[in-house]
């Protein structure tokens, strides 16, 4: 099956560690992105990335840092700068040409 | 991109229409209209989106009005798996080679009720 992978589903850190969300698609999408959401609040973009090699800061992006080697993969470091990291945090992929963005099932970040 | 606003919440009757509003009054010409759901605790999805026109897919359909100042999504028979946050998203880039940022806000609970 097509789609986009995010692993673990719930992760749990303590405070002053960085910690490494997974974000897999095998759609051949160009675009990847990263959002958090805190409860009862909409999506806020963390990065995004058109091609590999290449990425550009969101709206929120500071405490945050990610890589795109491969077109298939675009992991998310949270690291010890972010000062709020507990969040939801979704991953998405869009083709280049495409209207639509294909959402992952998420990753529940817990830190204390 | 321009702001959007909806209802913080709506209910609907299982099998009746939903009829989800969304102002968008600064919308420019060249800015599509979105619409995504997120089920609780999932990823959002894609419902619909459009321009001028009207649209309609397997899922919903959109109407735009003519001055595009705000729009409506149409669930035409709600079940209760309709259950969700639904999102109104105004984003001037559509697709071509552009990043698609999408910027999200509260959107409207629709509770579907037996």
């Known amino acids: 099956d097509g789609g986009i992978t995010q692993s673990p589903k719930y992760l749990f850190r303590k405070e002053g560690q960085n910690v490494t969300l997974s974000c897999e698609q095998n759609?051949?999408?160009?675009?990847m992105y990263w959002y958090r959401q805190d409860p009862g609040q909409g999506l806020r973009l963390i990065y995004y990335s058109q091609i590999v090699n290449d990425f550009q800061k969101g709206d929120i992006a500071e405490g945050y840092s990610v890589s795109r080697e491969k077109k298939e993969s675009f992991p998310l470091t949270v690291t010890s700068a972010q000062k709020n990291p507990t969040a939801f945090y979704l991953c998405?992929?869009?083709?280049?040409?495409?209207?639509?963005?294909?959402f992952g099932p998420g990753t529940r970040l817990t830190v204390t | 991109d321009a702001k959007t606003t909806q209802p913080p919440s709506m209910d609907c009757a299982e099998g009746r229409a939903a009829n989800l509003p969304c102002n968008h009054s600064t919308i420019s010409g060249n800015e599509y209209v979105y619409w995504y759901r997120q089920i609780h605790s999932q990823g959002p999805q894609y419902i619909i989106h459009?321009?001028?026109n009207n649209e309609t897919n397997e899922m919903a359909s959109l109407i735009i009005t003519e001055d595009r100042k705000s729009s409506t999504l149409i669930l035409p028979h709600a079940t209760l798996r309709d259950t969700a946050v639904y999102y109104c998203?105004?984003?001037?880039?559509?697709?071509?080679?552009?990043?698609?940022?999408?910027?999200f806000g509260q959107g409207t609970i629709l509770t579907v009720h037996p």
């Open positions: 759609l051949n999408h160009d675009a």
């Open positions: 998203i105004v984003n001037r880039n559509a697709g071509g080679t552009s990043y698609g940022k999408l910027t």
């Open positions: 459009g321009l001028k």
């Open positions: 998405a992929s869009k083709p280049a040409t495409g209207y639509e963005q294909y």
